[in-house]
C-alpha cells in the first residue's frame, strides 16, 4: 500500500512570510495527526482529525497555525506568520482509528525559518 | 498528564555490543507502549509495541518489556549493527486519548564498526 505523503519535502522562508503543507494519508484512514518535531526533540502533536473533525487541538498555536481536512481526505497545515521557533520537521501521520491501530508517519516537511 | 522519559544520547557503541535504551513512562490510565525509529533521512518507523503488562514486543532483534510496577519499557538488542545507527524514540498512547502518540526526546545510537 502507498504510504502517507508529503510536500514539500523542504521548504525555507524568512519569518513573517506565511507557508503552507500537504499530506495525503493512507487510503481509508479515518484520523489524521499533524506533529512538530523540533531538532533534537520528539515529536509533538499539534492537531489531530477524525474524518473531518478535530479531536484534539489543544496544542495548536491557534494565533499563527491552522489546519483543514475539509472532504475527510489530505489535509493542509498553514502557518501564518511564521516565526524563528517555527523552525522543524513537520510530520504527518494517518491510522486506520480502528482500536490499538498504529501510526504511519510521512517523512515530513523541514521548515527553516530565517 | 502524560508523558515518556527517555535516555539522552547519543549512544555510542561498537558492532555487535549489547544495547539498552532505557524508557519510562506516566501517564493518567492504562497505555499501550511504542518504541519507533526514524533512520537518517527518513520518516518514523514502528519498530515494536506492547499494549498490556507483562507484553514482549520484538522486531528485527529488539525487544522490549511491558513492565507495569516500573513503569518502564526498556528497548534491548543482544548484537547491534551499523545498519541500526538511527534516532530510536519511546512513546505511548491512550485509547481515551484518541490513540495520539506522546513520545519521549530520542536518542541517538551510533554504532561503529
Known amino acids: 500500500e502507498a504510504g502517507v505523503a508529503q510536500s514539500p519535502r523542504y521548504k525555507i522562508i524568512e519569518k513573517r512570510q506565511s507557508v503552507a503543507f500537504w499530506c495525503n494519508p493512507i487510503s481509508g484512514h479515518a484520523t489524521l495527526y499533524w506533529y512538530q518535531q523540533i531538532l533534537g526533540q520528539g515529536p509533538k502533536l499539534l492537531i489531530q482529525f477524525q474524518n473531518n473533525g478535530v479531536v484534539d487541538d489543544s496544542q495548536l498555536p491557534k494565533d499563527r497555525f491552522s489546519a483543514e481536512r475539509l472532504k475527510g481526505v489530505d489535509s493542509t497545515l498553514k502557518i501564518q506568520p511564521a516565526k524563528l521557533e517555527d523552525s522543524a520537521v513537520y510530520l504527518c501521520?494517518?491510522?486506520?482509528?480502528?482500536?490499538?491501530?498504529?501510526?504511519?508517519f510521512g517523512n515530513g516537511t523541514r521548515l527553516t525559518v530565517t | 498528564g502524560n508523558s515518556v522519559t527517555q535516555m539522552e544520547g547519543p549512544v555510542t557503541l561498537s558492532e555487535e555490543a549489547f544495547l539498552t535504551i532505557n524508557c519510562t513512562y506516566t501517564a493518567t490510565g492504562y497505555p499501550s507502549l511504542f518504541w519507533y525509529v526514524q533512520y537518517p533521512g527518513e520518516g518514523l518507523q514502528l519498530l515494536l509495541k506492547?499494549?498490556?503488562?507483562?507484553d514482549k514486543g520484538s522486531n528485527k532483534g529488539f525487544e522490549a518489556t511491558y513492565r507495569k510496577e516500573t513503569t518502564s519499557f526498556h528497548l534491548e538488542k543482544g548484537s547491534v549493527q551499523v545498519s541500526d545507527s538511527a534516532v530510536y524514540f519511546c512513546?505511548?498512547?491512550?485509547?481515551?486519548?484518541?490513540?495520539?502518540?506522546?513520545f519521549g526526546g530520542g536518542t541517538r545510537l551510533m554504532v561503529k564498526p
Open positions: 506492547a499494549t498490556k503488562a507483562d
Open positions: 512513546a505511548l498512547s491512550l485509547r481515551n486519548a484518541g490513540n495520539m502518540l506522546t
Open positions: 501521520a494517518s491510522s486506520s482509528g480502528q482500536g490499538n491501530s498504529p501510526l504511519h
